[in-house]
């Protein structure tokens, strides 16, 4: 039905950051829990960070430490800020709900790591 859109990938080399938003809408985002998704070619999809309605949040042990996610719950937006990223990071990155509804997932959004 409704998609969420992801935004905010680019190329960037190793150690640098990009941010990624995610925007939806109030009947998706007002009290779940939302999270960050990778995949990466060959690879599974992969929760990498979740948060709260009320702003708890967790981290896949990879990107713990360098990797920050956030919401806006007034805009309905989600936000992945990404530093020290190494090309490991590269993958489609997706937003969701956590647990993820298969009826929402959008196009993703390419972050390439590279030099």
């Known amino acids: 039905q409704v998609q969420l859109v992801e935004s905010g990938g680019g190329l960037v080399q190793p150690g640098g950051s990009l941010r990624l938003s995610c925007a939806g809408s109030?009947?998706?985002?007002?009290?779940?829990?939302m999270g960050w998704y990778r995949q990466a070619p060959g690879k599974q999809r992969l929760l990498v960070a979740s948060?709260?309605?009320?702003?708890?949040?967790n981290y896949a042990d990879s990107v713990k430490g360098r990797f920050t996610i956030s919401r806006d719950n007034a805009e309905y937006m989600v936000y992945l800020t990404m530093n020290s990223l190494n090309p490991e990071d590269t993958a489609v990155y997706y937003c969701?709900?956590?647990?993820?509804?298969?009826?929402?997932w959008g196009q993703g959004t390419q972050v390439t790591v590279s030099s």
């Open positions: 109030r009947s998706i985002f007002s009290g779940y829990t």
């Open positions: 948060i709260t309605s009320g702003g708890t949040t």
């Open positions: 969701n709900r956590f647990p993820s509804r298969s009826n929402y």
